[in-house]
């Protein structure tokens, strides 16, 4: 019997000799740990059965986390060879008093933005004005040295003609940033830079230093400006004043917005100083919502490339309140249900998944 037709007999008769002799339930647990295993091997990642957040959105791991021993999944979806408890209801409750926790500093600081909305559209107009002189004064600079109507020695204007056309485009993009956003992120422009101290295991993972023990590094953010880090130990800790002969590594300068979507946009900083026989240092700023400015997080997530978290009232949009209250105020989130129905509801999105 060729190998085609064996397989043809066996996928028509197991299916009924799995019923006779261990009842519907055994067959199904049998077809869908296949189709998982499936999944998997299709798309090289598994998505977990049940979902652990409040939005109904179930995680997605890679398929190395599969079946390894290693409860990924909040239902155990994950690992058919073992059991794993079920802690769906629990992170969808946790879940949840989040998003109730973050509404309520959404609305809080969207009260205080309206009352000072005035004082807003001020900074923001007075911004762009700012910006636009700027602008025009590089490029009278920049017209200039092209027709030789300022004295200049050669080096200096083969300098300047070489880097006002970078400052350009940078304003260009920066006036691009204010206007694509309102009133919202005006007053970053005109705030004070912000510091956080982290060590090289808590940004990097990891030390390079001989002794294993991992240096830490202040890291200084000035907001459309750039971003540096130096050791602690160049620093004078009675003044705070970096130590003569000492400079900090700049990690990157402002250059251009990524994703401009206003609760959440992207903005990378690129030009710094290069790495030890690697590329310029290059970092992407993405901005999250705080009732205050802050630096939350730092990490290095390649060679010379960092990604920094920065909590800002600018991040915080009345559509991300819109879509909170979506989530929250569906009839259909476990969250708003007692446990018994809310395991009635998981059992039905698993018996729709499978």
């Known amino acids: 019997m060729s190998i085609f037709r064996l397989r043809t007999v066996l996928s028509c008769t197991l299916p009924c000799l799995c019923v006779l002799l ?6 199904v647990a049998i077809s869908s740990e296949n189709l998982a295993l499936e999944e998997v091997l299709q798309t090289n990642q598994f998505v977990c059965i049940q979902s652990d957040s409040p939005s109904r959105s179930r995680s997605v791991i890679p398929a190395s986390f599969y079946d390894d021993g290693v409860c990924d999944c909040c239902d155990g979806s994950d690992e058919p060879s073992i059991e794993c408890p079920n802690s769906c209801i629990d ?7 989040a998003l109730q926790q973050e509404l309520a500093l959404l ?3 969207l009260t205080a933005r309206s009352e000072s909305r005035h004082t807003h559209a001020q900074i923001h107009s007075k911004t762009l004005a700012e910006l636009r002189e700027l602008h025009a004064q590089y490029r009278k600079q920049y017209e200039a040295l092209q027709s030789h109507s300022v004295s200049v020695s050669p080096h200096q204007r083969a300098y300047y003609l070489s880097v006002l056309p970078e400052h350009l485009r940078k304003l260009k993009q920066l006036v691009q940033f204010m206007r694509s ?41 000035c907001p459309f400006r750039y971003v540096t880090q130096i050791p602690i130990s160049k620093i004078d800790q009675s003044t705070q004043e970096v130590l003569p002969g000492e400079k900090p590594t700049v990690l990157g300068r402002f250059s251009k917005l990524l994703q401009s979507d206003p609760s959440a946009p992207h903005v990378l900083y690129d030009g710094g100083d290069p790495c030890f026989g690697g590329p310029d240092r290059t970092v992407q700023v993405v ?3 705080g009732p205050n400015m802050q630096l939350l997080r730092l990490r290095e997530n390649g060679l010379c490339q960092y990604d920094l978290l920065v909590a800002t009232p600018s991040a915080c949009t009345s559509e991300r309140v819109s879509v ?30 499978l």
């Open 22 to 27: 261990f009842g519907c339930n055994a067959w």
């Open 91 to 97: 992170q969808v409750q946790k879940a949840t008093v």
């Open 181 to 221: 956003h309102g009133t919202l992120y005006a007053p970053l422009y005109h705030g004070e830079c912000l510091s956080k101290i982290s060590d090289e295991k808590e940004y990097r993972g990891g030390t390079t230093s001989e002794d294993g023990v991992p240096e830490t590094y202040l890291f200084t953010y």
């Open 324 to 353: 909170i209250k979506s989530i929250l105020l569906s009839e259909d989130e476990p969250s708003s249900l007692d446990s018994s129905t809310a395991s009635s509801w998981w059992q039905e999105l698993a018996s729709d998944v």
């Open 287 to 289: 901005y999250r919502c």
């Open 107 to 109: 609305e809080d600081v």
